[in-house]
């Protein structure tokens, strides 16, 4: 069931938006050559905390971590562990608050040093996918109009489409209807309609769109090793267009 929001409701999740765009701002500093992803995962959490929120992904279905960080080939849902970053990786941060029970999603990927020609044009590509998916957010439109929005966009660059995984509504709970894929599937194709909150999140492979899971049920990459970016907004239907709730910096 697709649940529109109340004017109050909207409010909650917009400040549970602007919490995680203070986290992905305050942490964007730490993305270097050294960096922990333990490091990054407990300054994300501890910043959580901190502000009155709780880590929406930490324990969801047993997730065992504050944020997911995925790494070159890793697609999403990366588990933070020993490994440090390298100059010329591309890193997905990706995570969630929850704040009073007003639930916000975003990710990013992002240079960690000097990255190469591929790497940069593979994240500028996904970010005209976001953008494009955004665009298409208007009352009236359909959920298809976005994902053609982001096959168009990645297919026309010469990229691959992840279609194992997709974005969704969001808000008051972590994950709600409706399922928002990244190409034109034969799925349901609901209308957009003010007061709907969604996490629009294009998943782009330098490579085919295909993926594996790894052992740990967790971990998505791909199947091919070659890189992957991946950016998500949460997005409110206005009765004119659509507002983003959330923000990240390169």
């Not at 999403?76 to 608050?97: F, M, T, W, Y």
Request: aromatic share 6%.
């Amino acid at each position: 069931m697709i649940r529109r929001k109340n004017n109050e409701q909207i409010e909650g999740i917009r400040k549970s938006c602007s919490l995680l765009s203070r986290l992905l701002t305050e942490i964007r500093p730490l993305v270097q050559p050294g960096a922990s992803l333990l490091e990054l995962d407990r300054f994300a959490r501890d910043f959580i905390l901190r502000h009155g929120g709780r880590p929406a992904f930490l324990g969801y279905e047993g997730y065992p971590a504050t944020l997911c960080l995925s790494v070159n080939e890793v697609v999403i849902h990366g588990i933070p562990d020993e490994r440090r970053l390298a100059e010329g990786d591309i890193v997905g941060l990706d995570s969630g608050i929850d704040l009073g029970g007003y639930f916000s999603d975003a990710a990013v990927t992002w240079a960690v040093g000097r990255v190469g020609p591929e790497a940069e044009r593979l994240m500028r590509v996904t970010r005209e996918c976001l953008d494009k998916a955004i665009e298409a957010v208007v009352p009236g439109a359909r959920i298809h109009d976005i994902s053609r929005a982001v096959f168009r966009q990645a297919t026309g660059a010469g990229f691959g489409v992840v279609r194992q995984y997709c974005g969704h509504g969001v808000g008051l709970e972590m994950h709600e209807d409706p399922q928002i894929p990244n190409y034109v599937s034969p799925g349901p194709n609901p209308r957009l309609l003010p007061g709907m909150v969604l996490a629009i999140e294009p998943m782009i492979n330098a490579g085919t769109g295909d993926v594996r899971l790894l052992d740990d049920d967790w971990t998505v990459v791909t199947l091919d090793g070659s890189l992957s970016a991946h950016y998500e907004h949460t997005v409110l239907v206005t009765e004119t267009g659509h507002e983003v709730l959330t923000s990240w910096r390169f």
